[in-house]
């Protein structure tokens, strides 16, 4: 174990989002529904979207640019690049072998790593790959990069304000100021229909809703079980959620974190002794008998222990949600913005020498709960903190476009998804300064892409 690199983890993050919004309340008036049905019922405020000028290959070109550039990086300190996601444009060809046209200005070829798909799953795995190079024999000291980037497109109904896109970049290497535990995942993996994208002539999932919860509760369940068996090994010590100063997990939607977060409570209290029951969890001697998997969709189990957590989820979970309220579902980097809006979210004081745990989920299934400890040298964090100055002001820069607007740009993706030849019709000058677009695609299906940069930069 000593020749392992020493604090292997997150050097550095990078986030993008569309540059475009809905907002939630007045979508529910044009969609006809309840008033709060997607603010409250949800948890949702804005939701990010893409016009037809962005794709998941921009996104990860533009988040891979950022990232090199913002850390004064050259393309040839990167040995490894793993790129996850599940918006799928090509069958065979991998979004990783696009963005190495990046890579070509400094002749470099020799890249490992390749995209990984799983549902929301994806970032996750392509993360845990990354970690495992820089641990391996194989490594050869230059960094990897990781890129989670996703497009989350429902047709209209129900589903649709569940939608949102994103992308996140993170440099890997020793010496990290996010540095991952060793030792201690825990992962759950089985197989369901509960979310799958079988028809590959269109963008959207089958989904069954209530399947979909079901299954994403029981892989919490289990994966905090495990997660806390093996902490207990490395410390006896280390017993439930007050071992964590944060808890951050895959968000489909707002309002399943807050549920989730009082899952966590809940698995806390089956699995304490009858004295500490007594003493933290007073009246709800009720639920001791409860089996968990009766409780899925149990209002009684959920209502009091969503009491009980919502101190703690103030504290250790609320913060990480302010992108997943702001732009919706991002699919596999759902998660990973979430540890972006933490760090936006706090000064580097008020977080350094916490442990963060970190829940992700992906439909089909497959999940993992894990941690990272952060830093306590106050210089490191700040540094990593500092680049991501932005994110807020590039949140207020977004432009609200109307229900209707959205609902037609909804409808045009859909009408030209794949279509061959075709030429994007929006506006470049709605980007983001430095967002890479889709210029066109020929009629055998090759993408090209630009760069938007103004004239005021």
């Known amino acids: 174990m000593s020749s392992w690199p020493k604090d292997v983890g997150v050097l550095a993050v990078e986030q993008i989002f569309p540059a475009q919004y809905v907002d939630q309340t007045q979508l529910e008036e044009y969609d006809g529904v309840s008033g ?10 804005k939701m990010g979207f893409c016009t037809d000028r962005e794709d998941v290959q921009s996104f990860c070109l533009t988040v891979l640019h950022n990232l090199v550039k913002n850390n004064n990086l050259k393309y040839s300190q990167i040995g490894r690049l793993e790129v996850g996601t599940e918006t799928i444009i090509d069958k065979s060809k991998s979004v990783k072998t696009v963005l190495m046209q990046l890579f070509e200005e400094e002749g470099v070829t020799d890249v490992e790593g390749i995209d990984t798909t799983n549902a929301c799953y994806g970032g996750t795995a392509a993360l845990f790959n990354a970690i495992n190079w820089v641990e391996s024999s194989t490594w050869d000291g230059r960094y990897a990069v990781v890129i989670a980037a996703d497009l989350a497109v429902y047709p209209a ?7 949102g896109a994103g992308a996140v970049g993170m440099l890997i290497g020793p010496n990290a100021p996010l540095v991952f535990d060793r030792g201690i995942r825990a992962t759950y993996m089985k197989h369901a229909y509960d979310f799958y994208k079988p028809n590959l002539a269109s963008e959207y999932a089958i989904v069954d809703g209530k399947l979909s919860i079901q299954c994403y509760l029981s892989a919490l369940d289990n994966c905090y079980q ?3 068996k093996k902490a207990q090994k490395l410390d006896p010590t280390n017993v439930g959620i007050e071992s964590l100063d944060a808890m951050i997990f895959h968000s489909p939607y707002c309002k399943l974190v807050q549920k989730s977060f009082a899952r966590l409570i809940f698995n806390d209290y089956k699995l304490a002794t009858d004295d500490v029951r007594n003493a933290k969890y007073p009246g709800l001697d009720k639920f001791k008998d ?3 998997e009766d409780t899925y969709f149990d209002r009684d189990v959920e ?9 703690a989820f103030e504290k250790k979970t609320k913060p990480s949600l302010l992108l997943a309220n702001q732009i919706g579902n991002m699919y596999t980097s759902s998660v990973h913005s979430g540890l972006v809006s933490l760090l936006v979210s706090k000064e580097p004081s008020e977080l350094v020498g916490h442990r963060i745990g970190l829940f992700s989920y ?5 999940s993992s709960m894990y941690s990272i400890s952060v830093t306590k040298d106050l210089s490191k964090l700040t540094a990593l903190m500092k680049n991501l100055k932005n994110v807020k002001p590039l949140l207020e820069k977004r ?5 209707q607007k959205f609902t037609e740009i909804m409808e045009t993706r859909e009408k030209n998804y794949l279509v061959a030849p075709f030429e994007p019709v929006s506006s470049i000058n709605e980007l983001f300064d430095g967002t890479y677009y889709l210029k066109h695609v020929d009629k055998v299906h ?5 760069r938007y940069v103004s004239e005021n930069v």
């Open 36 to 45: 709060g049905k997607y603010t409250l019922g949800l948890g949702q405020g």
């Open 157 to 163: 109904g129900t589903a649709r304000p569940t939608g």
């Open 226 to 228: 495990l997660y806390r």
């Open 290 to 292: 409860v089996n968990l």
């Open 303 to 311: 209502k009091a222990f969503m009491t009980i957590s919502n101190d």
């Open 362 to 366: 992906g439909s089909g299934l497959a």
């Open 399 to 403: 432009v609200k476009v109307s229900p």
């Open 446 to 450: 090759r993408r090209s892409y630009g």
